[in-house]
């Protein structure tokens, strides 16, 4: 089995940053992709951001510029460097890890007061 375990979620004023981390660990034998997603009351979950196991990355349109994916592959674990917080950011935002199969992690709350 496969553990992933979020932090740095929290509440922070338009404008501020905040750092999340997601470490994985368990039985992983290698790791394809991780990411984050994010799901607002009401809304669907949206995808993010994701970093390949090459590295490449990809942003929802909404956070390019403001948000950096980064990993530690020595330690299984993915962050998510957010800045220029809005309002509109407020939601749950969940860990992905793609294996061989799909591992979500808990989620952690992310709320941006204006």
């Known amino acids: 089995q496969v553990q992933l375990v979020e932090s740095g979620g929290g509440l922070v004023q338009a404008g501020g940053s905040l750092r999340l981390s997601c470490a994985a660990s368990?039985?992983?034998?290698?790791?394809?992709?991780m990411g984050w997603y994010r799901q607002a009351p009401g809304k669907q979950r949206e995808l993010v951001a994701l970093i390949r196991s090459g590295g490449s990355t990809n942003y929802v349109d909404s956070v390019k510029g403001r948000f950096t994916i980064s990993r530690d592959t020595s330690k299984n674990t993915v962050y998510l460097q957010m800045n220029s917080l809005k309002p509109e950011d407020t939601a749950v935002y969940y860990c992905?890890?793609?294996?061989?199969?799909?591992?979500w992690g808990q989620g952690t709350q992310v709320t941006v007061s204006s």
């Open positions: 992905y890890l793609m294996t061989l199969n799909n591992y």
């Open positions: 368990g039985s992983i034998f290698r790791i394809n992709v």
